[in-house]
């Protein structure tokens, strides 16, 4: 059974960073495309960034451009989101997804798997 992992988030004040980390057990010798959403309150899940297996396939969501980087051990289902110049509207929930199939499922929020989430508080 395939189960996704996130730890990282905290919190932490407007202008700080924090590293949220994901990683796949269970079925962890098939390569996965994985990625992040967020959920704030009162707000629907919106995508944050997405790497597919291989490192070379990235996406963004123009509001964290420039300040995110997504990231990811090379042959293993493990990545990173570098969250830097937090803002207090970065306050969310964020989720990791996993998919077997091409990134883009994990961009349109389509993957097979999801962890419990994470939460991330950015304070003014």
């Known amino acids: 059974q395939v189960q996704l992992v996130e730890s990282g988030g905290g919190l932490v004040q407007a202008g700080g960073s924090l590293r949220l980390t994901c990683t796949v057990s269970?079925?962890?010798?098939?390569?996965?495309?994985m990625g992040w959403f967020r959920q704030a309150p009162g707000k629907e899940r919106e995508f944050v960034a997405a790497?597919?297996?291989?490192?070379?396939?990235?996406h963004y969501a123009d509001f964290v451009k420039g300040r995110f980087i997504i990231s990811r051990v090379n042959g293993k289902n493990l990545i990173y989101l570098q969250m830097n110049s937090l803002k207090p509207d970065d306050t969310a929930v964020y989720y990791c997804?996993?998919?077997?199939?091409?990134?883009?499922?994990?961009?349109?929020?389509?993957?097979?798997?999801w962890g419990q989430g994470t939460q991330v508080t950015v304070s003014s």
């Open positions: 997804g996993a998919d077997q199939g091409p990134v883009r499922a994990v961009v349109v929020g389509t993957a097979d798997y």
């Open positions: 269970g079925r962890t010798f098939s390569p996965f495309a």
């Open positions: 790497i597919n297996w291989s490192g070379d396939i990235i």
